[in-house]
C-alpha cells in the first residue's frame, strides 16, 4: 500500500484523502478524491461544472498535464447568433471586480472529463470510490467554511441568490447569508454525484444531467449546447518544464497561460540559489511581476495563437529583454505525492459563478465566458470548442533529493505566490511550512494603473507604484499547498493558513 501526503484547502478535504489512501489509492487517486471534496463543499469558490487542470509526474516518466479547461460553447447555433444573455456584476472582493454571470456566462465545463481521463490513466482505485466522501458530505450537510463565507458576503445576494436552489441553501428565512460554520445542505448534489460516479463523465456529457444543463442554460438564452457537450475531450499534453535551484519543474503549457508566465517569472528573476532575502532581491521580484504581468495583459491574453505568444514571452524571458518591454478569480487546489515518487497537482476553478443551478441537479454552473480580467475578450471568446484563457498552473517537481507537488488557488495572484513559494523553498532552501508561511507582494494589474499590494513583514524598497499595505497575511495573496517526499521516504507538507488548508500524511503527521 502506497505511503501518501497530501495537501488541499480544508481539513474535510484532507479526510477524503485519508480514506482512499485507507482503501489503498496513490498520489492521483488521493489528490482527485480530496480534489472533489473541495469544489463540492466549497460553494461560491468553485464547482463542479467548472474547469481544472491536473498536472501527472510518473517514476522515471515524463510530466504531463491533464487539460480540463473550459471551452467556448455555441457549437450547432447559427451564425448570426449574439449572446446577449449575461449581467454584469459588480462586488467590491478582492480590488474590486466586475465579472458577468447568468446563463450567458455559462462555458463548457471539463472538470468530470479531465478527473475521469487522470483516474483511468493514473490511478488504482474504482472511480465510484473517489466521490463516496463527497456524496456523504452532500448528503449530510457540510459546513460553510471560511473562505466561501467570505466571497460570498459580496457575490451571495448578485451571484448566488439567482437560483432558488442556491438561495435556499446559503441563506436563513429572513434571507441573510448564513454564517461561517453553517452547515450547508444543496438539493439534488448528492443524487448527481451518485449518478456521475455510478454512470462516469458520460452523464454530464452526453446523458440526464447534460440535457437538464443545456434545458437550462438555453431556456434563458445562453450559447451552451448539447453539441458543446458530446463534443468536449479533456487533453492530455506534455509539460512546459524549467529548472530553478536543483529541481526540474513542471507545470501547465499553453495555451493556459499561468504555466508560461510562471515560467517566465522563474527565468527573468533568476534561478539560482540565493543567500538572502532583502530590498534588492524583493525590488527585483516586483520588476519582475511588474513587466510578466504587463506583457500577459498586452499581448498574451489577447493572442490568436496562444502557443506562440508564449513560446515568445519565455524566450524574451530568458534572453533578458523581457525586463525591459515594460511601458507601463476563484479556486481550490490540491498536492499529492506517494513515497514511490508519484506526483499529482490538481488546480480546479468555476470562475466566479453564473448563479445558476438547473433545477434540482445542485450543480452551480460556471461562469468562464465572463471572467474578464482573463477572458478579455468577453462573450467573444472566440469559435466554439476554443479553450479559454486560464492562470491555473498546477506544478511539479523533481530533483535527486526528492520530488514535490505544489499550487494555489487565487486567480492573477496564483504565478505571483507561486513563483515567491518556489523561490523560498527551492532557491533559498527554506522548509515547505516555513516558505508558504513568508510574506508576499503582488503587482495588481487589473485596474487602469498598475497598483503594488504587500503583507507585512517586507522590506520594500522605494517605488513609483501605489502601494497598499495589507495588516497580515491575507487570502487575496493565494493558498499555497504543497507536500514533498525525499530519497528516504520522508515527507515534508504545508498548506497556507490564507485559506484554512487541510494536510494528510499516512500513517500521521
Keep these: 500500500m502506497p505511503k501518501v501526503a497530501v495537501a488541499t484547502t480544508s481539513s474535510l478535504a484532507a ?41 501527472v509526474w510518473l517514476p ?3 510530466p504531463v498535464t491533464i487539460d480540463g479547461n473550459v471551452a467556448v460553447p455555441g457549437l450547432g447555433l447559427p451564425a448570426d447568433y449574439e449572446n446577449d444573455s449575461a449581467d454584469s456584476v459588480t462586488m467590491d472582493y478582492g480590488a474590486g471586480i466586475t465579472t458577468l454571470a447568468g446563463s450567458g456566462s455559462v462555458a463548457v465545463p471539463g472538470t468530470v472529463a479531465a478527473f475521469e481521463q487522470c483516474a483511468r490513466h493514473y490511478g488504482s482505485v474504482p472511480w465510484r470510490a473517489l466521490f463516496e466522501p463527497s456524496i456523504r458530505a452532500a448528503r449530510d450537510g457540510f459546513p460553510l467554511s471560511g473562505a466561501s463565507h467570505y466571497y460570498l ?10 437560483s432558488a436552489d442556491g438561495h435556499r441553501a446559503l441563506h436563513d428565512d429572513d434571507g441573510k447569508l448564513l454564517p461561517q460554520g453553517s452547515e450547508i445542505h444543496l438539493r439534488g448534489l448528492a443524487d448527481s454525484l451518485e449518478s456521475i460516479a455510478l454512470e462516469g463523465a458520460a452523464l454530464l456529457y452526453e446523458g440526464e444531467l447534460a440535457h437538464a444543463i443545456v434545458d437550462h442554460v438555453r431556456e ?12 468536449y475531450k479533456a487533453l492530455e499534453r506534455p509539460c512546459l518544464t524549467t529548472e530553478i535551484g536543483r529541481w526540474k519543474m513542471a507545470t501547465n503549457p499553453a495555451p493556459a497561460v499561468g504555466g508560461t508566465v510562471l515560467t517566465a517569472m522563474i527565468d527573468a528573476f533568476g534561478r539560482e540559489d540565493l543567500g538572502k532575502w532583502g530590498a534588492d532581491e524583493i525590488g527585483r521580484l516586483i520588476e519582475v511581476q511588474r513587466c510578466c504581468l504587463d506583457y500577459r495583459q498586452r499581448k498574451l491574453d489577447l493572442a490568436d495563437d496562444r502557443y506562440k505568444a508564449s513560446a515568445e514571452m519565455i524566450a524574451l524571458a530568458m534572453s533578458g529583454e523581457l525586463l525591459s518591454t515594460w511601458t507601463s478569480g476563484s479556486t481550490v487546489h ?11 497537482s490538481i488546480t480546479a476553478s468555476s ?26 475578450r468577453g462573450l467573444s471568446a472566440g469559435p466554439p470548442g476554443d479553450r479559454l484563457p486560464s492562470n491555473m498552473t498546477p506544478t511539479v517537481a523533481l530533483s535527486d533529493n526528492g520530488a514535490m507537488s505544489i499550487g494555489t488557488p487565487g486567480a492573477d495572484r496564483i504565478t505571483t505566490a507561486l513563483h515567491q513559494f518556489l523561490i523560498h523553498a527551492l532557491q533559498r532552501g527554506l522548509s515547505v511550512e516555513a516558505a508558504i508561511a ?36 491575507n487570502m487575496y495573496f493565494g493558498g499555497v499547498v504543497a507536500v514533498s517526499v525525499d530519497t528516504g521516504g520522508r515527507f515534508e507538507v504545508g498548506a497556507d493558513q490564507r485559506r484554512e488548508g487541510g494536510i494528510f500524511i499516512t500513517g500521521g503527521l
Design 438 to 473: 513568508e510574506p508576499r507582494v503582488h503587482v495588481d494589474t487589473s485596474g487602469e494603473a498598475p497598483r503594488l499590494m504587500s503583507e507585512p513583514g517586507l522590506a520594500i524598497p522605494p517605488t513609483d507604484l501605489p502601494h497598499k499595505a495589507f495588516d497580515s497575511l
Design 15 to 55: 479526510d477524503a484523502a485519508a480514506e482512499i489512501a485507507d482503501a489503498g489509492g496513490n498520489a492521483v487517486d488521493c489528490a482527485l478524491a480530496a480534489a472533489l471534496l473541495s469544489i463540492n463543499t466549497q460553494p461560491g469558490v468553485c464547482a463542479l461544472a467548472g474547469s481544472a487542470y491536473v498536472t
Design 60 to 62: 522515471g516518466g515524463n
Design 220 to 231: 434563458r438564452g445562453g450559447p451552451l449546447t448539447l453539441e458543446d457537450l458530446r463534443s
Design 153 to 162: 458576503q459580496y457575490s451571495g445576494d448578485c451571484i448566488f441568490g439567482r
Design 334 to 344: 490540491t498536492s499529492a505525492v506517494d513515497d514511490s515518487g508519484l506526483m499529482c
Design 351 to 376: 470562475g466566479y459563478g453564473a448563479g445558476e443551478i438547473p433545477d434540482g441537479t445542485g450543480l452551480w454552473l460556471n461562469n468562464c465566458l465572463g471572467e474578464l480580467e482573463l477572458n478579455r
